[in-house]
């Protein structure tokens, strides 16, 4: 009996041990995998913590939604979901901040830090700046009437920053379909999903550098839109002059990005590439018809994005504040 119990125990112990290699044999660190109920017992009130600071910003700035969507996105992207976007230049790091793709661009750093404080105050040293991002980019959305999902919790904050990396790895506006598909599946993330991931331009502004060559030079643009345009972005100077990426619904999170792109009134030439006779323009016409695909399609593909090769178990920090190392 005793023998028995003994060759039970070895063998459910070679099987987890097989496990856990399984889940180290592919990468350097190992893969644990992020939990919804990761701080039930450390952190209770965190995501409420998280929520009430995240909804004040949003109250005080409608706009604070979409730029907190996208540095989560732009997080995830470089490094994997490690809140390395937030760190500031300092002798040892190279901030990502001055990448292409952020410079003057991304927002809502200071809210993130804000949120860090206030669950700082209620559980010191638990919960990282990495799934702060996760939390506020749900709950911005919520917030203007997007829809909701179950962040999944438990990814470390990086001790280091990478802005090769950035400049490398998240898209631009010049991108061609291809190249946006094959940006997204670098990192795990299919057509459809990159398609879903984009109706966040449904919200936000950008800045007249963006979508200048497009609203003189293209062809496949709807002639009014572009004339009104042009009124807010000169052919030259006004580079920071902002427009909304959806025109007709600015604050609302809604499928009216996809509408707009049928109209051949996407801002990006990115965005209007999603629906310029290629791959994604049944996806496009899909969540046109059906609003509500569009919304689980989008959570469920925020949520994967949120799992992209997050940092776990011992490896990275939780940091005390979310602009630099501990
Ligand atoms: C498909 C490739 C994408 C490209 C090329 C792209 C490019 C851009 C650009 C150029 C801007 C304007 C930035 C500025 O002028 O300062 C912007 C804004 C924005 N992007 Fe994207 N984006 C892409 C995908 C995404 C994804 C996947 C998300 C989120 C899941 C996202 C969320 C946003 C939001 C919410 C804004 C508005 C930000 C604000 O108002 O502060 N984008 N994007
Ligand atoms: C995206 O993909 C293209 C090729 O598919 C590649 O040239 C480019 O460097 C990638 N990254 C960015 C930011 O464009
Ligand atoms: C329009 O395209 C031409 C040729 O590529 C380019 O030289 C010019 O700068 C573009 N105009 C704008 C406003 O981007
Ligand atoms: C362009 O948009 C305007 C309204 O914004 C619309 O009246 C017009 O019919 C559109 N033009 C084309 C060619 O679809
Ligand atoms: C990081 O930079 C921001 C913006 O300049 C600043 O507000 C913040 O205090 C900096 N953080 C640290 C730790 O110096």
Redesign the pocket.
């Known amino acids: 009996m005793e023998g028995l119990n003994m060759k039970y125990h070895s063998f459910t112990s070679v099987v987890s041990l097989s496990l856990l290699l399984l889940l180290c044999s592919t990468t350097t660190t190992c893969k644990a995998q992020l939990s919804s109920t990761f701080y039930d017992s450390t952190c209770p009130t965190a995501l409420s913590t998280i929520q009430t600071s995240i909804n004040a910003a949003i109250s005080q700035e409608t706009r604070m939604a979409a730029s907190l969507i996208r540095l989560h996105f732009h997080d995830c992207f470089v490094q994997g979901c490690d809140a390395s976007i937030l760190l500031n230049d300092t002798a040892t790091i190279t901030s990502e901040k001055a990448a292409l793709q952020n410079v003057n661009s991304i927002r809502g750093e200071n809210v993130i830090e804000d949120a860090k404080a206030q669950v700082e105050s209620v559980c010191p040293g638990v919960v990282s700046c990495a799934d702060i991002l996760a939390v506020a980019a749900r709950d911005a959305s919520v917030a203007v009437g997007g829809p909701s999902w179950t962040v999944m919790l438990g990814r470390r904050d990086s001790t280091t920053a990478n802005l090769a990396e950035a400049n490398s790895d998240l898209p631009l506006f010049t991108n061609t379909l291809q190249e946006l598909i094959d940006n997204f599946s670098n990192k795990g993330l299919n057509a459809r999903d990159m398609v879903a991931l984009s109706g966040s331009h449904t919200i936000g502004q950008a800045q007249c550098f963006t979508f200048r060559d497009r609203i003189y030079n293209a062809t496949n643009i709807?002639?009014?839109?572009a004339s009104?345009l042009r009124n807010g972005c000169p052919q030259s100077g006004g580079n920071s002059n902002l427009a909304p990426l959806d025109t007709v619904t600015p604050n609302a999170f809604d499928n009216n990005y996809f509408t707009n792109l049928v109209?051949?009134?996407g801002l990006l030439a990115s965005d209007q590439v999603l629906f310029s006779g290629g791959e994604t323009d049944s996806i496009v016409n899909e969540y046109i018809t059906t609003a509500s695909t569009f919304n689980s399609d989008f959570a469920s593909a925020m949520v994967k994005m949120g799992n992209i090769e997050p940092t776990t178990g011992s490896a990275g920090e939780i940091r005390r504040i979310c602009s630099a190392v501990n």
């Open positions: 709807n002639a009014t839109f009104n109209e051949q009134k």
